[in-house]
């Protein structure tokens, strides 16, 4: 039963920690979402992958996010310096890409708090 | 504002009741998904409608897509437990890059035992 994987399940910082989430997509998937919830602002968008290269990444704070795909199997994202309003779940998702309907396998994501 | 609407935000019944909820939007879309999100989880895709007026059902679950292709609804017959859950209804906003979709924020369902 393939799956997207996410680690760390549940991270808690200080305030102006970096922290780094990791994603392995789904075996065969070649593109790659990281998304963003909470009770506020609902699941958002923060940026997108097509065959490791960033499509999209409009969502993201530029100035303390970045995402990358070092390779086929490892999505990563990271907040450097990191902030209390950036307590939330952040999900990674993989799919075939082949259109936009196509079905977005959802991590179980990771908690992230930012004291 | 929110590109999607969702209605209501909460929603608590007993086990056996029947529900609806709904998407709402004033912009017309090609296709609409629903998702469920489980505590802890993350969402899971359920259906994908594209057609004005589609209805389709899995299991207990009947969705519609508006005639005007602005609003969808969510029916659960006889809901149980299992079905607790967060909803979302989530489009790709024209103009926008393949893949970028934009959820509601989302119906929050309870079925009590």
């Known amino acids: 039963d393939a799956r997207v994987t996410q680690t760390p399940r549940d991270k808690v910082t200080e305030m102006g920690q970096e922290v780094t989430m990791r994603c392995q997509p789904i075996?065969?998937?070649?593109?790659v979402f990281w998304y963003r919830q909470t009770m506020m602002q609902g699941l958002e968008l923060l940026a997108y992958?097509?065959?490791?290269?960033?499509?999209?990444d409009s969502g993201m704070p530029k100035d303390r996010f970045s995402a990358e795909m070092p390779d086929a199997t490892l999505a990563t994202l990271k907040i450097q310096p990191s902030e209390p309003r950036d307590s939330a779940v952040y999900f990674c998702?993989?799919?075939?890409?082949?259109?936009?309907?196509?079905?977005?396998?959802f991590g179980p994501g990771t908690r992230l708090t930012v004291l | 504002t929110q590109l999607l609407e969702q209605s209501p935000q909460f929603l608590s019944i007993q086990e056996g009741e029947n529900l609806t909820v709904y998407c709402n939007s004033s912009?017309?879309?090609?296709?609409l998904q629903w998702y469920r999100q489980e505590p802890g989880e993350g969402p899971v895709l359920l259906v994908t409608?594209?057609?004005?007026?589609e209805v389709k059902k899995l299991k207990r679950l009947t969705f519609q897509f508006g005639d005007a292709r602005k609003d969808s609804s969510l029916h659960i017959t006889a809901a149980q437990p299992g079905d607790t859950g967060l909803y979302l209804c989530?489009?790709?906003?024209?103009?926008?890059?393949?893949?970028?979709?934009?959820f509601g924020q989302g119906t929050i369902l309870t079925v009590h035992p």
């Open positions: 409608v594209v057609t004005g007026g």
């Open positions: 992958f097509r065959n490791r290269a960033p499509l999209d």
């Open positions: 989530a489009v790709q906003k024209s103009g926008t890059s393949y893949g970028k979709l934009t």
């Open positions: 912009s017309v879309f090609s296709s």
């Open positions: 075996l065969g998937h070649n593109t």
């Open positions: 998702a993989s799919g075939l890409g082949l259109d936009w309907e196509d079905t977005q396998y």
